[in-house]
């Protein structure tokens, strides 16, 4: 069985020490724990405790994406949704981008407390990677842009954070699969049932929600490539580089 190692449980707890510390900077705890969270999400299989987790419970995390029905908070809340799916997790949104003096997109993810404590690091990490990659991508492509008009701008914005979604939920999907089959070759299946297991139990959950399907996003392919490979290039889902900056659960995205 892959075991994890005492480096890595010893850097997870100075990451998560540093993350709770007072004297330390905003932007000092925020990036602490989104690294803490990137390194507890790929080893969140192999490093599964098999009892804790039968005794887990399924619950609600809340976030909120900032901005009105010309933002990208839509297509934000689709790209993490994608991620979540990814893994084993259930992620829903209410639509309040109508809402008079404080227009949102409010993400709801369902899962096991043990993952959503390195998702929703994730999912913040997410939200701010595409927009900051929207915006190199608007800048090096600016005379596209400048040309098009609000509807295909739209377009071009959602197909980039889309495409970018996809790919970190590849990686975590990757990784997944990769723990899971490392597990059961070392004939240890019973990580990989509790896994799987978990991933059904999240399922049947969420049929009970009754949830509808929101309206289409309308998205540009090209942007939607460019974005997925911007996505793959961040690391986030796979690696534990290229975390930084301050994201909070209150994300403002245009």
């Known amino acids: ?27 000092e705890r925020e990036v602490a724990l989104k690294r803490a969270s990137i390194l507890m999400a790929r080893h969140s299989i192999t490093s599964l405790d098999v009892e804790a987790a039968e005794r887990e419970r399924i619950e609600v995390r809340v976030f ?33 981008r109508g809402l008079r003096g404080n227009p949102h997109v409010q993400v709801n993810v369902a899962g096991f407390g ?14 701010s990677y595409t927009a900051a990659g929207w915006v190199a991508w ?12 609000a509807s295909h701008r739209r377009q071009l914005r959602d197909g980039f954070i889309l495409g970018f979604g996809f790919a970190v939920a590849d990686a975590v999907r990757e990784s997944r699969a990769t723990a899971l089959a490392q597990d059961s070759a070392d ?4 990580r990989a049932v509790v896994v799987r297991s978990r991933e059904a139990q999240v399922a049947e959950w969420a049929e009970h929600l009754g949830l509808a399907y929101g309206a289409p996003i ?25 975390v930084a900056g301050v994201v909070s659960p209150q994300i403002t995205v245009r």
């Open 218 to 242: 309308t998205f540009n392919d090209d942007t939607r490539r460019a974005g997925y490979t911007a996505g793959r290039a961040s690391g986030l889902g796979a690696r534990t580089t290229n």
């Open 138 to 149: 608007r800048r090096a492509n600016s005379e596209l842009y400048r040309r098009s008009d």
């Open 64 to 96: 909120v994406l900032r901005g009105g029905r010309s933002t990208a908070s839509r297509a934000t809340h689709t790209a993490i949704e994608r991620v979540a799916d990814a893994a084993g997790l259930c992620a829903y949104f209410m639509d309040r």
């Open 1 to 27: 069985m892959l075991i994890v190692s005492d480096k890595m449980r010893k850097q997870v707890r100075q990451l998560l020490a540093l993350a709770a510390d007072p004297g330390a900077s905003a932007s």
């Open 187 to 190: 004939d240890a299946p019973s």
């Open 114 to 127: 043990s993952d959503l404590d390195w998702f929703m690091p994730l999912a913040s990490a997410l939200a």
